[in-house]
């Protein structure tokens, strides 16, 4: 990526207490939202889009003018809504791959221990630890929970956004896959949840038939 500052950050691990939110986004996200972008839309619209956000520069990447759901509506503005939705689950895809450079406890799920335990306990541990670490990293709540056991709920503190539940959504395909190739899985994004407090995607793990 010619002209590009974006940094590959190592690994580092934060130590944070178990459900502490912060109230900022974390600079390492951004970075690899950013990333994901560029593989997708190409360097070039990638910074129009950020431009249009206010962010002047991707080695002066500015944390508070950004969120999902601002970028979401800024790439409907320029394509439209549904390709932006589209483009979301296209980046969220693509986001893990840094994600897991960026935050060791999210990389570390893939290690062989996690892997060998039992499906059920699999993933209601590991989207869990993907749940903190990415509301840790936003800035906001994300919650995970198991209905049964082959069905788990990711909430996200956004009841009224429009975009950025497309991001999660293509996210966990990325992230459901890679934890456990040998099943399919369904997810669904119901923008009229049950709780009025959060977006609610649902993930269904499935036999590969």
Not at 126 to 134: C, E, G, W
Request: aromatic share 12%.
């Amino acid at each position: 990526m010619h002209g590009c500052a974006i940094r590959y950050n190592s690994c580092i691990t934060d130590v944070i207490s178990i459900g502490q939110v912060f109230e900022y986004m974390d600079a390492k996200f951004l970075e690899a939202v950013c990333l994901a972008s560029i593989e997708i839309l190409g360097e070039k619209q990638t910074f129009q889009v950020l431009k249009g956000l206010g962010i002047a520069s991707y080695s002066r990447l500015e944390e508070s003018r950004f969120s999902l759901e601002r970028f979401g509506r800024e790439l409907a503005a320029r394509y439209d809504p549904q390709t932006a939705r589209g483009l979301l689950i296209r980046i969220g895809r693509a986001s893990l791959i840094f994600l897991r450079r960026y935050f060791c406890e999210i990389s570390e799920l893939g290690e062989i221990d996690n892997r060998l335990k039992p499906l059920e306990k699999r993933f209601s541990f590991s989207l869990s630890v993907l749940a903190q670490k990415m509301g840790e990293a936003m800035g906001t709540e994300i919650q995970a929970s198991v209905a049964d056991g082959q069905t788990y709920k990711w909430l996200l503190d956004a009841p009224e956004a429009v975009f950025e539940p497309f991001y999660h959504f293509g996210l966990l395909e990325e992230f459901c896959a890679w934890l456990d190739a040998r099943k399919d899985y369904q997810i669904a994004y119901a923008p009229d949840s049950a709780d009025p407090d959060f977006a609610e995607l649902v993930i269904q793990v499935k036999e590969k038939e």
